[in-house]
């Protein structure tokens, strides 16, 4: 190849498109740009959503609630009857897995579905499983070993529990109370204060 032999890819250059050049090459009179008004001038541009200057259906609609949509976990389902198509004995990941064209696209992980019958022995690794897919991978004498956060949370220790709270001291018995004019025993009576003595000093004339 030389230089006189390079071209642009087809479809990188094509002609310029020409308006106004009468009504029967469908580009002429208004070229292209409708009847007059905003939308036919140079330099226009309207953004998304406007309309024109009256409430826009997206500020008229209420909103209501909450969604979550873009925190959910998003799996790619394979089926276990897909599965045979791996050699007995072998280790089935999320590699193996988009290799062999079972999953494509973009996911959080792949999760493996009980559709189907398993005929190998396979070990399975997976970010999730269906509870009869488990089965029947483990009826087959296969293991299935989970990835990703799950696996994580399920090695992860056990909260202790809380221990109970000690319970209260028993309270000191209560003292009853006499009634008036009843008496247990002989009360002693309770010591005086001693009043002040009064000064010997007599008191001052009046002038």
Excluded: W
């Excluded at 001038?41 to 826009?56: C, L, T």
């Excluded at 925190?71 to 290799?99: C, H, K, M, Q, W």
């Amino acid at each position: 190849m030389r230089l006189h032999d390079l071209r642009p890819r087809p479809g990188a250059k094509h002609r310029r498109k020409r308006l106004g050049s009468g009504e029967s090459s469908g580009h002429g009179k208004t070229s292209g740009r409708g009847g007059k008004g905003q939308t036919a001038r140079s330099g226009s541009s309207i953004r998304i959503g406007f309309e024109g200057g009256q409430m826009p259906l997206i500020r008229r609609l209420p909103k209501r609630g909450f969604n979550n949509a873009a925190f959910t976990t998003r799996y790619l389902p394979v089926n276990l009857e897909a599965l045979n198509s791996f050699d007995t004995g072998a280790l089935v990941d999320e590699t193996a897995i988009r290799n062999a064209g079972l999953a494509n696209g973009k996911s959080d992980g792949i999760k493996i579905l009980g559709d189907g019958d398993l005929k190998k022995k396979l070990t399975v690794r997976a970010h999730a499983f269906s509870k009869s897919a488990k089965e029947k991978i483990e009826g087959q004498g296969g293991t299935c070993e989970l990835v990703g956060p799950k696996a994580a949370a399920a090695q992860a220790p056990a909260k202790p529990k809380r221990e109970p709270k000690a319970q209260k001291t028993a309270a000191a018995p209560a003292v009853e109370r006499e009634t008036p004019g009843e008496s247990t025993g002989p009360a002693e009576a309770p010591a005086k204060e001693a009043k002040p003595k009064k000064s010997d000093k007599a008191p001052k004339e009046k002038k």
